[in-house]
Structures are given as structure tokens and as C-alpha cells.
């Protein structure tokens, strides 16, 4: 049976989280998303307590406590403080969790101790690519033998490129099907061209362009074989199906407070039953991506096959934020597209989602 009812363990987890949200986060979200950078004294803070590291194995300096519920949890509130902040603080999770899953011991030994240190050290996943009909699980981008090594060619799009991240974990087609590859960002070959997005400005991100580079044979991500690539992209999912829940939850959450203040018509707009009739509404669809969301973590944490629930929580996630945002900028009137407010960027920021793929992972 499935049980959701978070330990103790995860309640003060989730509490530490909302309040760093609250303090943090939040405060910074639109002064970020009109810079195009990130608050490095909140990334800095976020690796203070551990909400990667603490998933990491004993061994290398984490707390070896991964569990994807509990990653979700911090997703979802993370993301409820700003989407792209969320991104960037939970960064280190692209490189230290496919290396964990997919990685040999030298590998291990070589890339997790740089996350588990006093240095907020991001990582990267490029995954996406710039193709009609693109499919993460058959990428485009080839990784031929050569020698003792491989070369690398294609393109990739939506690669966080956060300031001072050092290697990508790039997902190829190699001899005997999709593939992980821990490369160099300063790869001879590998150009990043930054881009312009619609939403999450203070994230960086970059396309991402292959021209024949060159990596050994230890670049490779070979321990667990094709499936890295799915594992990834099933974790990946989930991950964003909580980020979009929080999304969900913030907009819903300041167009219920924003409904109970404004007056119009000899009362509080939230009285009407237009408005209460659509806040209601809000309420009921978070709380069945969240229930979605949940079971698929419940279901990698227990070693089961969850590309179905993945699928269907990233799914319904993704519309319910892009809904429940477009509801609030409505609750809001004309204030609604004012950058002034935050339903505007969350509008903006829950529309990406359609196009996400693995930009946090559980």
C-alpha cells in the first residue's frame, strides 16, 4: 500500500525548506528574473544545508539519504519560493545523481567529493535538443569509438550553464545505444551560445554545439549501461512535476491572498462565485498533480519501474501550473500583467515546462 504520510525526518525537512523559501527565495525571485542572474549568497545557503548533498553516499561527504519523495518535497517548495532559483540551488543534483546511479567507483570517487564540499559547486545536463520531434530517449547526438576514446558530435538546447560548474553530463547515441558522458566544459569542440528564454531568467541557460569532441574512454557513465539515459530521464521527470506543482502552488497561493483584499462591487472579489468558483478549482487540480507527483517518487524509491507515473505526473503537472498561472494573472485583472506582480512570471515560467526536460532530478 501506498502510504504518503511524510516521517518526522521529511515534516522537518519540508518545514527548513519553506522557511529558506520564504526568506529567501522569494525575496530575490523578481529582482533575479529582471538581472538574468542568480543570488549566489542564496545558491551558497542552499548547499549550507544540504539539499543535494544530503543524497549523496557517506563515503564521498553526503548524508546518504536519497530517497525521491523527500527530493520532491524540496522541489516542490523550492520552487514555490521562484522556479529558477529552485533550478539553480538543486543544480548539483545534474551531475551527483546520474554519476551515483550510473557511475563506477572511480567515478564516484572522482566527481562526488567536489559536491559534498563547503563550495556551492553546480552541474549540468544537456539532454534537450533543438530538433523537430526530438525524442530524449533516441538522442541525435552521436558518440563514436575512437581509439581508447570517444568523439562526441551534435546539439543540445536548455543546458544550465551556471557560473562555476565545471563538467556536463551530456546524453549521446554510442555503439550499443543511448549513453552518459561526464564532460569538460572547456572541451575542445564544445561551444555554448547563451540563450534568451521566455521564463526562468535567472537561470542560465545555453545551446550547446559538438563538433568532434574528444573525450577517454572514463568519460563514459558505464555502470548502468543503456538505462542511465531512461533512469535519468524518469528522475528528471519527476523532479519537474514537483517543480511545476510548486509553480502551481505559489500562483494559486497569491491570487487567493490578492482575491481576499481587493474589493470591488461592495465586497471582496474573492466572495464572487466567479472568482471562488475558479480558486476552488486551483485547489483541486494541485492537489491531484501533487498526489501524481508523489506516487511516481514513492515508486523509484521503491525500486519499481516508473516511466508510466513519470510520464503522467510531468504531464498533468505541467498543465496544471500553466492553468493555475493563467488563472492568477485573471484573478489579478489588469494587474496581472504587470511585472510589478508575480503572476506575470509565474505565467511566464510555467509555460517552459512544456519543453523541460531533467533540469532537476530526484
Known amino acids: 500500500m501506498i502510504d504518503f504520510e511524510p516521517t518526522e525526518e521529511q515534516e522537518l525537512i519540508a518545514e527548513t525548506v519553506q522557511q529558506f523559501a520564504e526568506n529567501e527565495v522569494r525575496p530575490q525571485a523578481r529582482d533575479c528574473d529582471e538581472s538574468g542572474k542568480p543570488p549566489l549568497e542564496v545558491l551558497r545557503a542552499a548547499h549550507e544545508l544540504g539539499l543535494v548533498a544530503n543524497a549523496i553516499d ?12 523527500t527530493g520532491a518535497l524540496i522541489t516542490e517548495t523550492l520552487a514555490w519560493g521562484d522556479l529558477a532559483i529552485a533550478l539553480a540551488a538543486l543544480s548539483p543534483s545534474l551531475l551527483a545523481f546520474p554519476v551515483a546511479d550510473a557511475g563506477n567507483d572511480e567515478q ?41 576514446g570517444f568523439v562526441l558530435h551534435g ?84 523532479g519537474l512535476a514537483a517543480a511545476a506543482v510548486g509553480v502551481a502552488r505559489a500562483a494559486f497561493e497569491v491570487s487567493r491572498d490578492y482575491a481576499k483584499e481587493r474589493h470591488a462591487f ?12 475558479k480558486l476552488a478549482d486551483m485547489a483541486i487540480e494541485i492537489d491531484g498533480a501533487r498526489l501524481l507527483t508523489w506516487e511516481a517518487a514513492w515508486r523509484l524509491d521503491q525500486g519499481l519501474d516508473a516511466g508510466r507515473e513519470a510520464a503522467i505526473a510531468q504531464r498533468q503537472a505541467q498543465r496544471v501550473a500553466l492553468e493555475v498561472a493563467d488563472g492568477a494573472v485573471q484573478v489579478f485583472g489588469g494587474h496581472g500583467y504587470i511585472r510589478d506582480y508575480l503572476p506575470e512570471m509565474h505565467l511566464r515560467n510555467a509555460r517552459g515546462f512544456a519543453c523541460f526536460e531533467a533540469l532537476t532530478l530526484v
Do not use: Y
Open 58 to 69: 557517506e563515503e564521498f561527504g553526503g548524508g546518504g539519504e536519497r530517497n525521491a519523495v
Open 108 to 148: 564516484k570517487k572522482r566527481f562526488l567529493p567536489s559536491l559534498t564540499g563547503e563550495r556551492f559547486v553546480p552541474g549540468s545536463v544537456a539532454l534537450v535538443e533543438p530538433h523537430f520531434a526530438a525524442d530524449p530517449f533516441q538522442p541525435r547526438t552521436t558518440a563514436k569509438r575512437d581509439g581508447d
Open 155 to 238: 546539439e543540445k538546447c536548455l543546458v544550465p550553464w551556471l557560473e562555476g560548474g565545471e563538467w556536463v553530463v551530456i546524453a549521446a547515441m554510442g555503439v550499443d545505444g543511448p549513453a552518459l558522458f561526464c564532460v569538460a566544459r572547456d572541451a575542445d569542440g564544445l561551444t555554448a551560445t547563451p540563450e534568451r528564454n521566455m521564463g526562468i531568467h535567472a537561470l542560465p541557460t545555453v545551446t550547446l554545439s559538438l563538433e568532434n569532441v574528444r573525450v577517454p574512454a572514463d568519460a563514459a557513465l558505464e555502470a548502468g549501461g543503456a538505462n542511465a539515459v531512461q533512469r535519468m530521464i524518469h528522475r528528471g521527470r519527476v
Open 266 to 277: 461592495g465586497g471582496p472579489i474573492a466572495t464572487k462565485q466567479a472568482i471562488a468558483f
